[in-house]
């Protein structure tokens, strides 16, 4: 069960800055780490045009003292926790959240400014229980090639949540299946996912919403690209151990699109094959270290 009496190592704001008393949605971000560009999803999700949401922060370690000033002056909750998983994280927001809907966005993302209003909408429209927004390359494109499920195509549709990056749930139902394993940090969407799905036995209960839009790049260079290629391997390895039925559970979803290659070079689509090579020899090494 989430409730903020299960939780250890984090502090309550003494200020808390939320302005809406009965939001429709809360966006929770997990910040770690994170720099001026913080403030840049911050400015974007002032610029909504839905107005009945609030934002609540978590700083999951190693931010400067001055931006942690200037998140706490934003019209939102700050919780500061001690190194705690980025799931286990998100579990904290939400159980502060005052919003039926819960928004989970990353820190370094920017929002469309229709976000807000088109997962809620999703809710209102389609009965649903989570929904998985679209991603677009923000400044580094080239490693977005790479993620079939940053874009699964112009249409509403049933899917499976893999882009934690722009995804939202019923509050109820998080807290009915728990929350996100605090164990995983690369394909927690996906085993949340799966628990929603087999506790609801409700097929059409996820779907993505391409009007959903954020932009955000997978990795911010090659070492970047290299560390969550590894780090994702040993995360779906670990999955398929707890859920040795999640990939026939994904299936039943269709395969992603391939994601569209624009290169404009061949020294582009040279450099992707050999990245996309080394990225496949380091999943090769995750399942052996």
């Given at each position: 069960?989430?409730?903020?009496?299960?939780?250890?190592?984090?502090?309550?704001?003494?200020?808390?800055?939320?302005?809406?008393?009965?939001?429709?949605?809360?966006?929770?971000?997990?910040?770690?780490?994170?720099?001026?560009?913080?403030?840049?999803?911050?400015?974007?999700?002032?610029?909504?045009?839905?107005?009945?949401?609030?934002?609540?922060?978590?700083?999951?370690?190693?931010?400067?003292?001055?931006?942690?000033?200037?998140?706490?002056?934003?019209p939102l909750l700050y919780i500061e926790s001690s190194w705690n998983s980025v799931s286990?994280?998100?579990?904290?927001?939400?159980?502060?959240?005052?919003?039926d809907i819960i928004i989970f966005l990353d820190d370094d993302c920017i929002a469309h400014?229709?976000?807000?209003?088109?997962?809620?909408?999703?809710?209102?429209?389609?009965?649903?229980?989570?929904?998985?927004?679209?991603?677009?390359?923000?400044?580094?494109?080239?490693?977005?090639?790479?993620?079939?499920?940053?874009?699964?195509?112009?249409?509403?549709?049933?899917?499976?949540?893999?882009?934690?990056?722009?995804?939202?749930?019923?509050?109820?139902?998080?807290?009915?299946?728990?929350?996100?394993?605090?164990?995983?940090?690369?394909?927690?969407?996906?085993?949340?996912?799966?628990?929603?799905?087999?506790?609801?036995?409700?097929?059409?209960?996820?779907?993505?919403?391409?009007?959903?839009?954020?932009?955000?790049?997978?990795?911010?260079?090659?070492?970047?690209?290299?560390?969550?290629?590894?780090?994702?391997?040993?995360?779906?390895?670990?999955?398929?151990?707890?859920?040795?039925?999640?990939?026939?559970?994904?299936k039943e979803f269709g395969p992603y699109p391939r994601p569209i290659n624009t290169f404009?070079?061949?020294?582009?689509?040279?450099?992707?094959?050999?990245?996309?090579?080394?990225?496949?020899?380091?999943?090769?090494?995750?399942?052996?270290?």
């Amino acid at each position: 069960m989430i409730n903020e009496k299960d939780f250890k190592d984090y502090i309550l704001s003494d200020n808390d800055g939320r302005i809406i008393a009965m939001p429709t949605a809360t966006v929770v971000v997990v910040a770690y780490n994170t720099g001026e560009a913080v403030f840049e999803l911050t400015n974007s999700l002032n610029e909504q045009s839905h107005f009945s949401f609030e934002i609540v922060i978590i700083n999951n370690g190693k931010i400067e003292p001055k931006v942690v000033e200037r998140i706490k002056a934003e019209p939102l909750l700050y919780i500061e926790s001690s190194w705690n998983s980025v799931s286990l994280a998100r579990n904290i927001g939400t159980a502060y959240a005052r919003g039926d809907i819960i928004i989970f966005l990353d820190d370094d993302c920017i929002a469309h400014k229709d976000l807000v209003r088109s997962h809620v909408l999703s809710y209102q429209e389609f009965s649903v229980l989570g929904v998985q927004g679209k991603s677009l390359p923000k400044r580094f494109p080239f490693y977005c090639h790479f993620q079939s499920h940053y874009d699964l195509g112009n249409t509403i549709k049933p899917a499976v949540i893999g882009l934690e990056a722009n995804a939202s749930f019923k509050k109820s139902a998080l807290i009915e299946v728990g929350g996100f394993d605090p164990e995983l940090f690369g394909g927690e969407g996906l085993e949340l996912s799966y628990r929603i799905a087999k506790k609801y036995k409700r097929p059409n209960a996820l779907i993505y919403n391409p009007e959903a839009v954020i932009y955000h790049d997978f990795a911010q260079g090659l070492f970047d690209y290299l560390e969550k290629c590894y780090r994702h391997t040993k995360m779906r390895d670990k999955l398929i151990q707890q859920h040795p039925d999640i990939i026939s559970f994904t299936k039943e979803f269709g395969p992603y699109p391939r994601p569209i290659n624009t290169f404009s070079s061949s020294f582009e689509k040279v450099a992707f094959k050999l990245v996309q090579l080394l990225g496949r020899s380091v999943e090769k090494l995750a399942r052996y270290f």
